[in-house]
Nanobody
């Protein structure tokens, strides 16, 4: 059974930093697209960042405009784990953050294209 487990969420003051982790088990995702999304109550789950398989024909990293320059996505393939390092956090970054994985190499920011999801971790940024 494939599982994605997020950790690292919590409460931080505006301007602070957090690093989220997503540990996968049950399947190796070294050649797949991994991503982070977030969701607030009453809103659609929105794309935050994604990263392709390093060394593939299409090696890319994508970010939502709202997090560019503040968030960094990375992966550790031997550990089957990916990360979201968040700096300069703002109150509007408050949300439940979900890691996701998409089999194959297609480039997309649509949540509907992702096959596996974690359970989410709460990030709260206070002003």
């Amino acid at each position: 059974q494939v599982q994605l487990v997020e950790s690292g969420g919590g409460e931080v003051q505006a301007g602070g930093s957090l690093r989220l982790s997503c540990a996968a088990s049950g399947r190796t995702f070294s050649r797949d697209v991994m991503a982070w999304f977030r969701q607030t109550p009453g809103k659609e789950r929105e794309f935050v960042a994604s990263q392709s398989w390093p060394g593939g024909n299409s090696d890319y990293v994508d970010y939502a405009e709202s997090v560019k320059g503040r968030f960094i996505i990375s992966r550790d393939n031997p550990k089957n784990t990916w990360y979201l390092h968040m700096d300069s956090l703002k109150p509007e970054d408050t949300a439940v953050y979900y890691c996701a994985a998409k089999t194959g190499t297609g480039r997309t920011t649509s949540k509907d294209e992702y096959d596996y999801w974690g359970q989410g971790t709460q990030v709260t940024v206070s002003s």
